[in-house]
């Protein structure tokens, strides 16, 4: 009798686990959403040994689907760790997610990424699904320095069709001291708030990661003296550069800043100053807003992919001044005020064809439609060097209703004798001012102590026609930019021999 109702139990449950709907997981080819694009975890160095974060997988669609596979691209050596709804793994097969339903993906990272080689450990998550390959990227500050993520999100309203401008940033502490003690990391931008100040001294090294920068919000200001009080020369510069450390990205142009350049300096009751400092491989270096105003001795900005030195209606004096390659400009501007002493400005940009010179200098420009706006802009300069690998490393870009008060002094220059339109001329004595003016000659250069393996050679080389070419104006600064004393009769631009 028992064995009977036993069958007869079995039979039941049977019948009724035959009237069960079966549950279809067949969905593919199927986008997934994510909570984040980009998931932060903490210092392993200085913090605790390891850090836990939280991403939230979509399944948006009205079917269920299998994710194919879930894996970390560093694979089995990846130093993170991931659990997939209760599986843990570097890499996960058939993951169930239903329509219109999540899962939980949790990510740490293991004490033993103290011992990895990058300053910024990275990896991704990668998520397959048929056809579609989506990631999630991971960054992890494994050495000792300070980080600034952006926990802000400014957005840009564009007009269809065209995506909104999204800039991510973090406001610095008001007041901000940056030493040399440790280096400094940037994502996103760091933002020095209004009526604030970012003093940054002698020997820091400061890192920027893709599309970020430091921005010098309106009336704050910015001080960055890399040699100290007294210092006439780059003993301990400021270094500004990417965060990618490989030997092969050192002098690699475009690392960092976003659309707003690299260092964006906004307009302020008192003068921005950048002393003894080095800015390399951004798009572009600086960006001066309207109305900002720098005073800068002893820069370096090189390798910029864009431009170096941005002027979009800026005031800007720059005394042992160095420009080097540059994608398209070295020194670009738009109306505003430039003052050149002893400075050089060479591009041998080689990484791509070049549309822009070593100076750029314009009046006016045009929108869209065609419509022209005009900007006064007045420059000088005064036994500089303007030079590089182009036939002409002058544009003047004038509109004759608008003030174009640009004038070379006892300079050297690689400028065409020629222009087409007649824009100006070399005979014109406001223009090319004096006798003790240099044009169009093979000036040769070789590799300086400031950019070593740079591939950039800025030192006037022995044979260079303009050692000791003018007579020196008592007023100019005493020293080069490598503090070598300058005699009567001077070197143009930023450099003695050495």
Request: glycine share 10%; charged share 15%; proline share 4%.
């Amino acid at each position: 009798m028992k064995k009977v109702q036993l069958f007869l139990l079995l039979l039941t449950i049977a019948a009724l686990s035959s009237c069960r709907n079966t549950i279809d997981f067949q969905g593919s080819n199927i986008e997934l959403g994510f909570s984040q694009d980009t998931l932060y975890l903490d210092t392993v160095f200085t913090g605790l040994g390891s850090s836990t974060r939280i991403l939230k997988v979509y399944n948006t669609s009205a079917e269920n689907m299998t994710v194919d596979r879930i894996r970390l691209a560093r694979g089995e050596g990846s130093y993170y760790r991931m659990n997939v709804d209760g599986l843990s793994g570097k890499s996960l097969e058939n993951l169930e997610i239903l329509a219109g339903d999540s899962a939980y993906v949790f990510i740490e990272i293991s004490p033993d990424a103290q011992g990895a080689t990058e300053m910024i450990y990275t990896d991704s998550i990668w998520f397959e699904n048929g056809a579609i390959k989506q990631h999630v990227n991971l960054i992890t500050a494994v050495w000792d320095a300070y980080y600034h993520f952006p926990d802000r999100v400014l957005t840009i309203a564009q007009p269809e069709p065209y995506p909104d401008i999204k800039i991510p940033y973090t406001i610095l502490p008001c007041n901000a001291v940056w030493n040399n003690d440790k280096p400094h990391v940037i994502y996103g931008y760091a933002v020095v708030d209004s009526a604030c100040l970012l003093t940054i001294n002698e020997g820091t090294q400061i890192h920027i990661h893709k599309g970020g920068g430091l921005w010098a919000y309106r009336d704050s200001r910015l001080v960055v003296n890399g040699g100290g009080i007294d210092a006439n020369h780059m003993n301990q510069p400021v270094v500004f550069q990417g965060d990618r450390l490989e030997p092969g990205y050192e002098w690699v142009p475009g690392q960092w800043g976003g659309v707003l350049g690299g260092l964006f300096l906004m307009r302020s009751n008192q003068n921005h100053e950048i002393k003894n400092t080095i800015i390399k491989n951004a798009t572009t270096g600086i960006r001066l807003d309207s109305a900002a105003t720098l005073n800068a001795e002893q820069l370096i900005i090189t390798h910029s992919s864009r431009v170096n030195l941005y002027g979009g209606f800026g005031d800007a004096t720059l005394t042992n001044f160095i420009s080097g390659p540059a994608g398209v400009y070295g020194l670009y501007g738009l109306g505003g005020n430039y003052e050149a002493r002893n400075s050089t400005f060479l591009n041998t940009w080689s990484y791509s064809s070049r549309g822009g010179t070593a100076v750029g200098l314009s009046n006016f420009f045009e929108d869209g439609s065609g419509t022209r706006y005009t900007r006064p802009i007045s420059a000088s300069f005064y036994e500089c060097i303007v030079d590089g690998s182009l036939d002409n490393e002058v544009s003047l870009a004038i509109d004759n209703g608008e003030d174009f008060d640009v004038t070379f002094e006892k300079s050297a220059l690689t400028i065409d004798p020629n222009p087409e339109g007649g824009h100006y001329a070399l005979t014109d004595v406001d223009m090319f001012v004096g006798s003790d003016l240099f044009y169009n000659q093979n000036w040769g250069y070789e590799p300086g102590p400031l950019l070593p393996n740079s591939g950039f050679s800025y030192l006037p080389d022995s044979v260079n026609a303009l050692i000791n070419a003018v007579l020196r104006d008592p007023a100019g600064p005493q020293y080069d930019i490598h503090g070598t004393f300058r005699n009567n009769y001077i070197t143009l631009g930023a450099t003695e021999p050495l």
